[in-house]
Structure formats: structure tokens, C-alpha cells
């Protein structure tokens, strides 16, 4: 769970919920203290310092985003998760739309109530990975962002390969990526450091939800569907380069319009998410899925060319076919 050692403030009106994570948080060697309301909690964030915040969202007083917002205004700032109840949050998008702006406000990782100790221990290692990056790219001016993005990327492989499904692909994707950016005349450094890290934020998803297909929680649908925007925040809170935020935030658009988070259409699309886009998606063909299985090679030419001025743009379609009929092993 990576919580040996770290200084952790729990907050919950619901004891039992507030004694059930602090039971496994001193499991793993965690240093707890508990609060019973947000007012509470904003007095225990203001009277010490800490490594990690779990808090309810919604409690007497004070509520978990203003604990949030109080935490991120730290000299030190801690990791933040929020733990939200399932139902909560109104709207049509229920507890998924709090969620996203919770995690849009700088939030680390949330919790759907009732959770499994899993899905804590997910949470609690992705918060503590994020923490550790933004205080190396806090450590001096002097650091720059492409070895802090480099580590990022490290990160996100890491958790990949704890997925059947996902293992190897934001590293297939940035492989391709190199490729394709070379036949497209772009920055071959920036797309390929953009690819490795386009997916981080698939991290806020709990992998149990991403093997569950179309019947995953309403959180988890809103989520995947935001994914490239709080991915983009994240790495420019690293210090990425525009270009490479503008990768990250674009790369599931699509030439025809239909495409997420922006709906942009053609060259709305800046080029390097348009050939990000494009390297995913053939990564993603590349492996399985739990609702399918991975596509012959064959079938992955076919569907870039049915994708041509739709899905993807026109110059990046053939620099792909072009790419791969020329290195057939980009697609093992």
C-alpha cells in the first residue's frame, strides 16, 4: 500500500468508515489521526503537518473539498483523496461529475463507498507516487520537466503491468509514436515523452472497474470519459511544456468531431495529439480487452483505413499505413 511511514489525517463523520481505514493504513506501518467532521479536520491540517488526506466529501461543518483547498495551500502540500458515498453528488452525472471536479481541483485519487482494502491500497500508491513527483519538481529550478515526466511515465508502466490488459501499452504507444512522428516530419522527443504519460490519467479509474466493460460504476464512465483533462492538469503540474499538456488533453479527440473530452474536429486537434491519437489507438488494437481479443495485424491496417477522415486525420492514416507496412514488428 506504500504507507509505511506516512503521517495520515482520516476524516469522516462516519466512525466506523474513519476506524475501518485507519485499521488498514497502521496495517502497512501508516502514522493515523483521525477527525469526526471537516471542521475538525481543517483544525487537524492546520495544527500539524502530513503526507496524506482521506476525507469524506460531504460532513458537518466543513466539507471535504474545502479540505482540499485547504491542503493544497500548504507550504508542503499532502496527497488528497477523497472518499465520496455511491449516489452522491446530484445532477446527471451523479458522484462521477463530483468526483471529476474533485480530482479537477487537484485531489490525488477518490473513494466510492463502501470500498475494498484493494481498492484504498490502489488509491493510496497512485497519491503517493503523484506527492513524490510534484516535490521533485518543486526540489529546484534547476530540475527540469523532462526527467520528472520520465519518472511519471516509469510510474504509469508500473501500474500498467499490475493489468493483464493494459501491461505494455503506453510503452507500445510511445514506440509507435516515435515512429509516426518521424514519417510526420514533428517532435519526435515531445511525442514520444507525451506518450508515455497520455494515459496517467487512467489512474484515477480502479482497475477493477476497467475489467467490468459496460457495466462499470457511473463514476468509473465519467471518469474514462475525462481522463485526458485530468491527465493534462497533472503533467502541467509537473512543468510540461504546452505541447506536451496539449498531447495529453487532446489525444481522443477525433478529425470527424466525435472524439472526447473538447469534441474538437480536424485541425482544431493541435498535430502532435493527432498522431498521439493515432499511436494509441493502434497500441490499443494491439492488445486485448476484456470484452474482446487483441486484432491480427491485418485487421489493424483495415480499421486505420476505415478510420481515414473520421476517426483519424488523413496525413496521419497514411503515414501510419506507410509506417507499418515498412515495420510490421511495430505491431507485435
Same mark, same amino acid.
Request: glycine share 8%; net charge positive.
Given at each position: 500500500m506504500r504507507a509505511a511511514g506516512q503521517r495520515v489525517l482520516v476524516v469522516d463523520d462516519e466512525r466506523a468508515v474513519a476506524a475501518t481505514v485507519v485499521r488498514c493504513l497502521e496495517q502497512d506501518g501508516a502514522i493515523c489521526v483521525a477527525a469526526y467532521s471537516g471542521t475538525e479536520g481543517m483544525e487537524r491540517l492546520a495544527a500539524d503537518a502530513f503526507d496524506l488526506v482521506l476525507t469524506d466529501v460531504e460532513m458537518p461543518g466543513r466539507s471535504g473539498l474545502e479540505l482540499l483547498a485547504a491542503a493544497l495551500a500548504q507550504p508542503e502540500p499532502p496527497a488528497v483523496i477523497l472518499m465520496v458515498p455511491a449516489g452522491r453528488g446530484g445532477g446527471g452525472g451523479g458522484e462521477g461529475a463530483l468526483v471529476a471536479d474533485a480530482l479537477g481541483r487537484g485531489a490525488?485519487?477518490?473513494?466510492?463507498?463502501?470500498?475494498?482494502?484493494?481498492? *484504498?491500497?490502489?488509491?493510496? +500508491?497512485?497519491? +503517493?507516487? *503523484? @506527492?513524490?513527483? @510534484?516535490?521533485?519538481?518543486?526540489?529546484?529550478?534547476?530540475?527540469?520537466?523532462?526527467?520528472? &515526466?520520465?519518472?511519471?511515465?516509469?510510474?504509469?508502466?508500473?501500474?500498467? #503491468?499490475?493489468?493483464?490488459? $493494459?501491461?505494455?501499452?503506453? &510503452?507500445?504507444?510511445? #514506440? &509507435?509514436?516515435?515512429?509516426?512522428?518521424?514519417?510526420l516530419g514533428l517532435d519526435g522527443e515531445r511525442l514520444v515523452l507525451a506518450a508515455r504519460v497520455h494515459d496517467v490519467g487512467m489512474l484515477a479509474v480502479p482497475p477493477t472497474e476497467l475489467h467490468t466493460g459496460q457495466g462499470m460504476a457511473r463514476p468509473a464512465q465519467h471518469l474514462i470519459r475525462v481522463h485526458p483533462t485530468l491527465g493534462a492538469r497533472w503533467v502541467e503540474r509537473l512543468g510540461a511544456d504546452r505541447a506536451i499538456v496539449a498531447a495529453v488533453a487532446a489525444h481522443h479527440e477525433r478529425v470527424d468531431g466525435n472524439g472526447y473530452p473538447g469534441g474538437l474536429r480536424g485541425a482544431?486537434?493541435?498535430? *502532435?495529439?493527432?498522431? *498521439?491519437?493515432?499511436?494509441?489507438?493502434?497500441?490499443?488494437?494491439?492488445?486485448? @480487452?476484456?470484452?474482446?481479443? $487483441?486484432?491480427?495485424?491485418?485487421?489493424? &491496417? /483495415?480499421?486505420? $483505413?476505415?478510420?481515414? /477522415?473520421?476517426?483519424?486525420?488523413?496525413?496521419?492514416? /497514411?503515414?501510419? =499505413?506507410?509506417? =507499418?507496412? @515498412?515495420?510490421?514488428? =511495430?505491431?507485435?
Open positions: 490525488d485519487g477518490y473513494l466510492v463507498k463502501p470500498f475494498e482494502p484493494a481498492q *484504498l491500497a490502489h488509491e493510496v +500508491a497512485v497519491a +503517493a507516487e *503523484l @506527492r513524490t513527483l @510534484r516535490r521533485a519538481a518543486r526540489a529546484g529550478a534547476t530540475l527540469a520537466a523532462g526527467p520528472v &515526466l520520465t519518472v511519471l511515465g516509469e510510474v504509469v508502466n508500473a501500474f500498467e #503491468r499490475a493489468d493483464p490488459f $493494459r501491461a505494455g501499452f503506453s &510503452l507500445r504507444t510511445a #514506440r &509507435l509514436a516515435g515512429a509516426l512522428g518521424q514519417a482544431d486537434t493541435p498535430p *502532435l495529439a493527432r498522431a *498521439l491519437g493515432t499511436a494509441a489507438a493502434i497500441a490499443a488494437m494491439c492488445g486485448s @480487452r476484456p470484452y474482446r481479443a $487483441r486484432f491480427e495485424p491485418a485487421a489493424v &491496417l /483495415d480499421e486505420l $483505413r476505415a478510420g481515414r /477522415d473520421t476517426q483519424f486525420g488523413a496525413a496521419e492514416t /497514411d503515414a501510419a =499505413l506507410d509506417v =507499418l507496412r @515498412r515495420s510490421p514488428a =511495430l505491431l507485435s
